[in-house]
């Protein structure tokens, strides 16, 4: 599941029209946004499968305030809830963390705004397994 609430969560930004990357590849188009897997853990009991998953963005911006980070990060809290209307196995979702750091000493980027969302996700055993039944 973690692979697929990354899939979907990248969409979402994508879908809102942000330049956005998974792989670190610096970008000239300005705000650049990169996604990464911060933290993944699962759980398996008896009757249920879960997954706590924190994903990062990072948000690189030539403007001078922070107000363009800010924009950028209540648009993507504004459509969060779709991805929960979406994938039923997604129990919540939500943001975590946010701050802007000042990184005028680095190239061209003047702030770069790092925000880790969580995600829990989970299914009954019943569930798993009679969807990893092949027909």
Do not use: C
Not at 49 to 77: H, M, P, Q, R, W
Request: charged residues 25%; proline residues 2%; hydrophobic residues 40%.
């Amino acid at each position: 599941m973690i692979k697929k609430i990354k899939e979907r969560f990248y969409s979402l930004i994508k879908d809102l029209e942000y330049n956005i990357t998974d792989n670190g590849t610096y970008n000239e188009n300005f705000p650049w946004l990169m996604l990464r897997l911060g933290n993944a853990t699962k759980l398996n009991s008896f009757d249920l499968k879960v997954d706590a998953v924190s994903l990062t963005l990072d948000i690189f911006s030539t403007y001078n305030g922070e107000l363009e980070i800010i924009d950028i990060v209540e648009d993507i809290n504004n459509n969060l809830q779709s991805l929960v209307a979406d994938m039923p196995e997604l129990l919540y979702a939500y943001q975590k963390t946010f701050k802007i750091l000042d990184d005028r000493s680095t190239g061209p980027v003047k702030k770069h705004g790092v925000v880790v969302f969580d995600f829990l996700l989970g299914q009954s055993q019943k569930e798993v397994n009679e969807n990893d039944i092949v027909q």
